[in-house]
């Protein structure tokens, strides 16, 4: 899939360290601010234990994870909107990812020097967000000059813009983003023409101490930044950074051993990675044989076709229907063939949506 999640926060909050585990890809990470300054786009596997079951139960000869992008933005300062610091281009950069993941510093340490020269996690979300806002009201800013000329000639299209770049215009007045902002449909189209920096959809990692990682519920910086998201209904989820670059380093039986050894179920890793593919609106199915088992990305509400032209273009091209059963079936089943005979296994043609866990068999002729 081309969607890509951006990694944002100020500098030194820990967002090039998190980007480091996450993709293992060795972006520089220093003491310092704008020590990232081209972004770095690194690729993941979405961890999801469905596949490992179906890869017992099939026993194929390979098994292929899904994955998608994370992109590693340089640190945002205050002023960004007016070309502070690498602003402009690091806005710009902003404006080319589908979600933002936005790093919050929520741990104390002298020896990392704060941008602000104190630690206050929704003042840095706060300055952010403003930055963003500032950007986008340029942006509204100059379609209204625009727009309003063409509205008293009463033409229609420019009509209905006007209403929306009005509300986007009071909106950031209040310093409010336009995720915010409830838009009918027909609004929500133009919105999402203007590329607007505050219309993506938002997820927060609260970057905690390895301290505070095993209870995070006492620290209070995770508490306030909670807070805030809920007002905002984003999710929040607790990562250390600095562990999660250790944990990056170990294998598979090794990772799992030093997660139970801090009593962690799941790294934090792992649930920012599962988080930020939901907030783009994605979802897996499967593709079950003796050659390979694999997971396959699509976009939520998208039709058979559509999904069978992920694998490729002639599977969409000369598509006829799909053998579908879902997860829980086949898995409570513990073969295709028990799954069919229990009446599990369907056929859908063209019209069926096809949903998170489905696994599917498709037909073709071309």
């Not at 596997?45 to 340089?74: G, N, S, W, Y």
């Not at 205050?78 to 602003?87: N, R």
């Not at 694999?294 to 509400?301: I, S």
């Amino acid at each position: 899939m081309a969607l890509t999640t951006g990694i944002v926060g100020l500098p030194n909050v820990g967002k090039s360290t998190l980007f480091n585990a996450i993709t293992q890809a060795g972006a520089e990470s220093a003491n310092y601010p704008f020590c990232t300054i081209d972004p770095n786009v690194g690729i993941v596997e979405v961890p999801d234990h469905r596949l490992q079951v179906l890869t017992t139960l099939v026993k194929p000869k390979k098994t292929i994870p899904t994955a998608f992008e994370f992109t590693d933005i340089a640190g945002i300062v205050e002023g960004a909107s007016k070309g502070e610091g690498l602003g402009n281009k690091f806005l710009s950069h902003i404006r080319q990812v589908d979600a933002i993941s936005h790093v919050v510093r929520c741990f104390a340490d002298d020896n990392i020097t704060h941008v602000s020269g104190s630690v206050d996690p929704i003042r840095d979300i706060e300055v952010i967000n403003l930055e963003l806002i500032l950007a986008d009201f340029e942006t509204v800013d100059k379609r209204l000059a625009r727009v309003s000329k063409l509205a008293r000639t009463k033409d229609k299209d420019a009509v209905a813009e006007l209403a929306v770049l009005e509300k986007l215009r009071v909106a950031f007045e209040e310093e409010k983003p336009a995720r915010s902002i409830d838009f009918s449909d027909e609004e929500a189209k133009l919105v999402k023409g203007m590329h607007l920096l505050t219309s993506k959809p938002v997820l927060y990692a609260a970057n905690v101490s390895e301290e505070d990682i095993m209870d995070p519920d006492q620290n209070e910086y995770v508490a306030k930044v909670r807070a805030f998201a809920a007002d905002e209904n984003s999710e929040v989820i607790v990562v250390c950074a600095k562990i999660e670059e250790e944990i990056a380093e170990l294998d598979g039986d090794e990772k799992q051993e030093f997660l139970d050894d801090l009593g962690i179920a799941e790294s934090g890793l792992d649930q920012l990675i599962r988080a930020a593919y939901q907030l783009l609106g994605l979802q897996t199915y499967f593709t079950a044989g003796e050659q390979e088992v694999r997971a396959w990305t699509f976009k939520k509400g998208i039709k058979a076709p559509q999904a069978a032209g992920i694998i490729h273009t002639d599977f969409e091209r000369g598509f006829i229907r799909a053998e579908i059963v879902s997860y829980e079936d086949l898995v409570d089943a513990e073969s295709m063939t028990v799954a069919k005979e229990r009446g599990k296994v369907r056929l859908e043609g063209k019209e069926y949506i096809v949903q998170d866990g489905d696994v599917i068999h498709f037909r073709f002729n071309v």
